[in-house]
């Protein structure tokens, strides 16, 4: 522009004034397209090749962290990034900017794409680079191409991680998180493929994409049709394939691979540049990153049974058929997504701050414990009235809903708190009328019925598949403090098979050690777990617990239902997110054991085992400070003091009065 104005008003020849005009003209288009919101949400490869531009690939995933997290500093701000947990895929933008709330299922080996790439533009003979990080699809506009051979291309790796929706999410968290969301997603039949210019302008083509998670085999070969289709040069952007992938055959209707039955919701592959090597499985994670949903990164069945990709062959061809379609399945059902930021979380409670050590958090979390003399006494009065009564069993339940693994000594689970209710009335149903009613109180949980056909069938520890290079989940595949409710009243005469005999063996090694053993077929690996396993059962479990509580209702039960719906309808408002929010506190809270406490409990372990040796041995102190630790941290205590502890004693000394009355012959063998 300012050569044509200097052209046109004859002033050509004054070189400063043209330098000058130019400079200003610069400056202020520079101005005018300050990125805004609708930038950084909705083109944020825009702003990710602007930063390219300016400082080059060093540091690069540091310096756009940067950008983004500035950008999202506050927890209202990330309210404002669509989530792919409670907005159907079809909703969103390809190439914008989304978040996802999961747990890393699975790790692939690094993926090897083209990093920074030249293109020539093929009017102007000119070179440029540019940058393949944040996408699968190197692209460049109709006038230019991709110079593959260039001596600036650079190859890096990424980590690409499977993630799932949090297993065991319970409903009223899904809807927390979903009713705080301010982003604004505008409902669309059609989809706008990934294969845009760099401006993102609006096609008039629109390629559909299935959004039934079972999509059928139709959709797909309709999609592998439009993938494969030539590309005209003046309405779509040139582009390659730059995983190192291409995938191959796939069936209709993917595995998704998650560790319970019945889950609903989208995986996702998270690609990683960036600090990877802090992430682990089983890892609760909410990633914000670029989605990327083209049909090209996905491969389909031809009619003759050959492998057919939406992409020159780059590789695909090293990799079996199982492997290709673990690795590559459609985008329709699981979509790309390439993490910019990533935050552990390390509660997933709607009501309360992601971050609990802020400011406003830290006052606001006072403001619960102010209340917490009140809140617990409730509590306690209703998880009794749901324990028919039994307000011993109320004060180990709530115990249990806080308990956590702090600490491993050698093979000890320091912590741990796997609970056995036992006495329960098993022809009511009485087990699942107590779970739903623990489901409105925990972030994460799942009931498990021990049945013969569950215990025969289901898989129960993650195994290894070598055939399609990936982890087959397992019940066990759980996330830090997810509620285990394992239901043996359900328990019914029959025989084990090989896989229920290991299935059991593998719950009381949770229960017992607090660790899973993953099958490699070779051999087992350990992993630590934190569950809370709660048992049920008539008799004593057949599983081996930390703490065993027999039911002891001071009248028999009557009308089940309609005790726990009274139970429910106390449990609303404002009071049942105080509760929710006070199990939360309290079992992040930090706990120390003072010196003239230590000093105590060493004299009163050694009264009374020398009152009676066969109750008191280094186990029973063990669990004894177990329970003292979580009954100072239930009312608030982060510290223990000499009344936590005697009403800690006074528990168990009940406690174990009743486990003692209670006949041998109901253990179950």
Known sequence: PSSKICRETGVGQD?????????????????????????????PLGIIQGIFDQHGDTDLPQKAGEYFQNRLGGQEALDWVPSLNDTPLH??????????????QDMFDPEFYLGVYEVTDTKSGTKS???????????????????LDSSQNVTLDRQTLYCVPVPGENPWVKQGFTSSSQARVVPSTSFQPVRNKRGLEEEEDQ??????????????????????????ENTEAKRTRTEDEAGASVSPIPDLNFPLPGETGPACLVKVYQNSENLKLNDVVEFV????????????????????????????????????????????????????????????????????????????????????TQIRLQ?????????????????????????????????????????????????????????????????????????????????????KDYTANRLLSGVLQL????????????????????????????????????KVDYDFDFHKTEFPCNLRMLLLSEGKSLIQTDCQVPLQPPSPAQHLETIFHRVQASLTGEYLNKVRSYLTVTELMEYTLPENM?????????????????????????????????????????SLSPEVWDRAKQMEVERKARVKAQPQAQARS
């Open 91 to 104: 909703h969103l933008k390809p190439n914008s900017l989304v978040k996802f709330r999961c747990m890393v």
């Open 598 to 638: 230590q000093k105590v409990i060493e004299e009163d372990f050694v009264q009374m085992r020398s009152a009676d040796p066969k109750n008191m041995t280094a186990e029973d102190l063990h669990s004894l400070l177990v329970v003292a630790r979580l009954l100072a941290l239930s009312i608030g205590q982060a």
């Open 15 to 43: 070189e400063e004034f043209c330098k000058f005009l130019h400079s200003a003209l610069f400056i202020s288009a520079n101005s005018y397209r300050m990125p805004s919101v609708e930038d950084w949400l909705h083109n």
């Open 379 to 463: 509590l306690c009065s209703l998880l009794s009235e749901a324990l028919l009564g039994d307000s011993l069993a109320a004060e180990y339940l709530l115990l249990h809903l806080i308990s956590s693994v702090y600490g491993r000594r050698d093979v000890v689970a320091l912590g741990k708190f796997s609970l056995n209710i036992s006495g329960c009335p098993r022809e009511s149903g009485y087990p699942q009328l107590l779970y739903r009613l623990l489901q409105d109180l925990a972030t994460k949980s799942h009931y498990l019925p021990l049945t013969l056909a569950n215990m025969n069938t289901l898989r129960i520890t993650p195994k």
């Open 479 to 514: 996330s830090e403090r997810t509620l285990l409710v394992l239901d043996e009243t359900q328990l019914e005469p029959g025989q084990l098979q090989t896989t229920g005999v290991l299935n059991v063996q593998a719950l009381g090694t949770a229960v017992q050690w607090q």
């Open 207 to 232: 390629t559909p994409v299935p959004t039934n998670a079972t999509a059928t085999s139709e959709g797909l070969n309709s999609s592998s049709e439009t993938a494969v289709t030539s590309e005209p």
């Open 289 to 372: 990153g670029v989605l990327s949903i083209d049909p090209a990164l996905a491969t389909f069945n031809t009619a003759a049974g050959e492998t057919a990709t939406s992409a020159y062959e780059d590789g695909g061809d090293m990799m079996d058929v199982e492997e290709q379609a673990a690795h590559s399945p459609p985008p329709s059902l699981v979509p790309r997504l390439h993490a910019v930021l990533m935050y552990k979380l390390v509660h997933t409670n709607p009501g309360l701050p992601v971050d609990l050590t802020t400011p406003t958090a830290l006052s606001a979390i006072s403001t619960l414990m102010s209340e917490v």
């Open 129 to 147: 680079l540019r940058s393949g990080r944040y996408k699968d699809i190197a692209e460049c506009l109709p006038h230019q191409e991709i110079d």
